[in-house]
């Protein structure tokens, strides 16, 4: 084979190369702008059926979208408000307890009057038969929150039992409901403390 017919054979393979890579790049590209959408419309799916666990009832707006970010003691917290009349009457946000496990993510409703309206896992990775027994497929123990507020209990008395509190600890796991409690607490003193941006009570800016 002369010096000629090597090049030409190395070029024709260098542009197969290049094409074929150009090929599954542009399939790539398409595969993952047909399926962006069905991720977005199932993301927003999930956010709004995370956000109806813990909002009772109808609201006016689109909650998923009135939304303010606010700082908190576990990085930036996204706050979702429902409103009646242009009135916010309930928040949602995320509050995060540190389990046996790992990070334990609670979502927390509550209302203008600062009652908790419901608290629901979102996520952890607490031993089964044990820890796990914060999910209300488990047992009733996360109810335990519904209509309570920073007076009821007293502050002292968030807490589990074993601590000196009035929440029920479970055997063998104390560490979880007792982050879980926390984390609770931790959100309502957030609400307390961002009260009037949360409510929309000054413009919605904090």
């Not at 908190?72 to 706050?79: A, F, H, I, K, R």
């Not at 419901?118 to 031993?127: C, F, N, Q, Y």
């Not at 047992?139 to 002292?156: A, R």
């Amino acid at each position: 084979m002369s010096l000629e017919q090597l090049r030409g054979k190395l070029s024709y393979q260098g542009l197969l190369l290049g094409g074929t890579a150009l090929l599954t790049s542009a399939i790539l590209a398409f595969a993952s702008r047909a399926t962006e959408a069905e991720i977005r419309k199932a993301e927003a799916l999930d956010l709004k059926q995370s956000l109806a666990i813990v909002l009772p009832g109808q609201y006016d707006n689109d909650v998923t979208k009135d939304t303010v970010v606010l700082p908190s003691s576990e990085g930036d917290v996204t706050v979702y408000r429902a409103r009646h009349a242009g009135k916010v009457d309930a928040v949602v946000y995320r509050v995060i307890g540190h389990g046996y496990a790992g990070p334990i993510v609670c979502v927390m409703g509550v209302s203008r009057e600062g009652k908790i309206l419901g608290v629901r896992i979102l996520k952890h990775a607490e031993t089964p038969g044990l820890g796990d027994k914060i999910e209300p497929a488990k047992t009733k123990w996360i109810f335990n929150f519904d209509g309570k507020f920073l007076g009821n209990p007293v502050v002292d008395l968030w807490a589990v039992k074993k601590d000196g509190g009035v929440f029920d600890q479970f055997a063998g796991a104390t560490i979880t409901p007792r982050a879980v409690v926390k984390a609770v607490k931790g959100g309502l003193v957030f609400f307390e403390k961002e009260r009037s941006t949360l409510l929309d009570e000054t413009g919605g800016k904090p």
